[in-house]
């Protein structure tokens, strides 16, 4: 395989990638007549911190259902990470979260982050593959992923939005070159 490369400062991407395969039909000759091909595979973004957002917002577990509620409405976004007072990540709360609680108990505007938000959730790190990150995603049935940094601390989220997105790209890039 022939990787082509751009080295961008501080970081390495992949974005094409040759492979060699042999004609696998017995007596066929090829174009070049070697029994060869070379098919150019246009990579994309091949981790995590390609497609995450990096910009957070973040609460704390004591902070309110009319908060987060009242947040997300203000934002346009579905997700939002949790974090204790040492930034590390301890709970995600997501508008499914916010409509399942209102559904069992419409008087629930009073409680905290810390009794509807999902505690311990499923992280992954900036260089984490992203088919890991969507087979994490697909397996588990859920719809974001904090991205940590080593110490635990939060540096982004993914979102099946953001794979989505990441992936129209990669089809785009795919039909480019095939005309």
Known sequence: MIYFADASPGRVKIIWRKIMFRNLSANRKTEDGAGSHQ?????????VADVMTARVVTLSPHHSFNDVANLMNDRYFRHCVVVD????????????????????????????????????????MRNTPILDALAKIVSKRINCLPV?????????????????????????LVQKQGR
Do not use: F, W
């Open 148 to 172: 940590v940094e080593e110490d635990g601390s939060v540096c982004g989220i993914v979102t099946s939005t953001d794979l989505l997105k990441s992936y129209r790209k990669l089809l785009e």
């Open 85 to 124: 007072i040492h930034g590390k990540v301890v709970g995600v709360i997501s508008d499914r979260d916010i409509l399942r609680t209102l559904a069992r108990n419409p008087n629930s505007r009073t409680k905290s982050l810390d009794q509807i938000m999902t505690h311990n959730p499923i992280t992954v």
């Open 39 to 47: 098919l150019s595979l246009v990579i994309g973004s091949t981790e």
